[in-house]
């Protein structure tokens, strides 16, 4: 059997950098700033790895296995950070067909074999200027080119005036500080939100979206059951600045 070269060899030999950048500057849909400064952060109770509850928090939510009859605890996979994005976004899951959530911050780890320590983190799990909705097989790209990473998280801090602090990401930060690739960067990404490709305009819709989220999260904080992270709640609302008590439905400064 012949050797195989590195799949991303392979790619590169027939397609450029900057031919992937133009599919994902095209197609990606971002979160409107706007949005993101009304309420930063959808689901604090959750991040990758958490546990499930049901019964407004009062019983662990189980898998069984019909198989063996095994049963365990139910973990967070993506499925609120989705969520979030969807309601960023102004859209239902059933009107994104083959389009994934990709977080823009996290550790880079093509094998999928390291903990995730930003995700497993509520503070960036479901922050809306952390995340990005691209058509499925181009979240491939973002997965495995660290390239692409890195001009994701360019043209995410360029539109936010944001970039991740968890500890794990000061190396990511210090590549596009020194990044040189602009020849693969794509013009659009460089002007202001008004011309940027691609962003879902803040609605009424999404601020209805947002106003019931943070009423849920004051009513859990209030009265959830006792399974509730009251305590990492309060937390990651402080890190944005969230205050749910005075929280009201127009963008801050």
């Known amino acids: 059997m012949r050797d195989l070269p590195d799949g991303l060899i392979a790619l590169r030999e027939v397609l450029e ?40 928090w009062s019983e662990p939510q189980l898998n069984r296995n019909r198989q063996s009859g095994h049963e365990e605890h139910k973990r967070e996979g993506n499925v609120h950070a989705n969520r979030a994005l969807t309601n960023a976004l102004g859209l239902r899951s059933e009107e994104r067909p083959n389009w994934s959530c990709c977080h823009i911050w996290g550790v880079d780890d093509p094998t999928y074999q390291e903990a995730n320590e930003v995700v497993q983190d509520r503070r960036y799990f479901s922050c809306v200027a952390n995340m990005v909705l691209l058509p499925t097989p181009l979240k491939a790209f973002t997965d495995t080119m660290p390239e692409v990473k890195a001009m994701l998280r360019l043209a995410a801090r360029h539109l936010y005036g944001w970039h991740c602090g968890h500890p794990s990401m000061a190396r990511a930060v210090e590549t596009i500080e020194r990044w040189d690739q602009w020849e693969a960067y794509p013009s659009s990404w460089k002007s202001d939100a008004a011309s940027f490709p691609g962003i879902a ?21 209030m009265s959830a059951g ?10 990651a609302l402080a890190y944005w600045k969230v205050d749910p008590e005075t929280w009201h439905a127009v963008p801050a400064a």
């Open 17 to 56: 950098l900057r031919e992937v950048m133009r599919l994902i500057e095209k197609t990606a849909r971002w979160v409107d700033p706007e949005t993101f400064r009304l309420l930063p952060i959808w689901y604090p109770e959750h991040a990758r790895r958490s546990y499930f509850y049901k019964s407004d």
């Open 226 to 235: 006792p399974h509730y992270p009251r305590d990492e709640v309060r937390a």
């Open 201 to 221: 305009p803040l609605d009424a819709s999404i601020r209805a979206a947002a106003r019931r989220r943070v009423d849920r999260i004051r009513r859990d904080l």
